[in-house]
């Protein structure tokens, strides 16, 4: 309730900030589902910032904005490059290495059966 | 008839599995905010199932198994030893930032400003004795400003040195923390499973690489071999290598045990960002201080060895110092008496040109097309930006911190609503196993008592 109030007393810069401040705490417990509604928030601080006009004066906020951005920006990074070298690990323990010494990754079971 | 004897064995072979399973639950409870530990699991194993052999199957207990997961554990790692080396970094950089004062109202700049003002006001009365004196007043004002500020740098590099020698000992205190843990991995094989053991091993290594990066490597006999920087052994099985601070010159360098040069492998965590601003970031500050202090002195006293004083003789130096690595701490004015301040051009005796030129040193450009003021703007403006690089770097690492530490304790904290929901599960089972056995126990004495 007071999260909307204070929402609408802020201007386009203000609301894109809230919405990826949002992202960013969603984006520090890193699984399916606060990924999932993170991008929620983060396609809500785009259609703010679309409804922005360029204005004197904008900059402290448009910097803050930045910096949101920028943290919001690690954090996916993070849970990418932690997430991406579990799997390399977990490929590595299943299935070995390749010729070249990647990962082997491993491919899709085949089956076949034959009736009559 | 053996059928329900070994009914009657397996339930309550599963009556002590859910028992074991209930002290693993505790345990975890107990354990939930014990630094480094991590939750266990009882893992039953299915027991032979010959019912013609007399074997009747069920569950037997396996392992405890930890859930921790070194990955997780290595990535925890990493961001600390980024998050802790900008965040001391940004602490330390903040101390000097303070020596350098941008508003132009104190400090160096405030001095400049006033000597340059002594000099335009002396040019308007180049032969008074007032404003002669009054430039030889803001002379000594503006030289010990500078004094003060190296002095004040000279304080900080031995401060970090201080600190240095504190965060070498954290590590050598921390690696022998291990070393011990290490011997009683080697001389107890139960020990390797003990989770308590494993919770100070890693509460441990979260703390080391706080002060360094190192890479732990697990060997198959229990013990973990840390290597600073993946290179330097502080731990090999159970013998420690100390590492120890040099103080030789003006570089601090580390040493390894055998006395070899270091310094390179503890480049990151809070001992690495001591040593960069020790050996690269404050000689370079010193460095511009220096080079604005010689500069301004040469400037000033070429400029009045050019002109005549009031008695028609070559000017006398104004300024001095010993020499040009060491000029901003030595500065200082000479022993010139007023009237041995050179006001006028030697074309023109008891006149104002050579003031004048002085006070035009204000705007001209001396130093990399800048005037000396500029040049020290600069120089603040740098060490104000590379201070708030830092800083975001901190935030940024601070959050990825977090977000590993998140990532970590969803695989292998203790969560009391995860263990309070296996302790409902393990009571149900315990319920549905002591019914079964009563149930078989009554069929059992039904059956003996058919029998006879």
Redesign the interface.
Known sequence: MSRSIACGELGPVGRARASVSDA?RL?????VDSLEESAAHLETAVGALREYRPEPGAETELEELR?EV??AA??IE??AA?YS??AR?LFTAACGYTASGEPAVPGPVRRISVEG | MSGLFGALRASANSLHILEYSLATVQNNVLNASTPGYAKQRLLPLPAPFVPEQGLPGGIVPGQVQSLRSE??ER?VRQ?THLWAHFDQFSKDLAKIERLFDISGQSGIPGALNKLFQSFSAWSLAPNDLVPRREVIDRATEAAAQFAETAASLNTTSTVLDQQIREAVETINNLASSIRDLNVQMQRDHHARSDPSLDARLHATLENLAEYTDFTALFQPDGTVTILMGGQVPLVIGVRQYRIEPEFAGSETRILDSDGKDVTAQAATGRLGAMLELKNTVLPSYMSELNRLAASLADDVNAMLAAGLDTNGNPGAPLFAYDSADEAASTLRVTNITPDQLAAAAPDAPLGNANALALAGLATAPRLDGLSYTAYYGRLAATIGQVLHGSR?NR??HE??L???R??RD?ISAVSLDEEAARLIELQRAYEATARVIVILNELTQTTIDMMR
């Open positions: 960013r984006l520090l417990r890193p699984t910096k920028s943290l690690a954090l993070g849970a932690f070298g579990w690990v | 990955y997780a990535s961001e975001s935030d940024t959050q990825l977090l977000q590993s998140s990532i969803e």
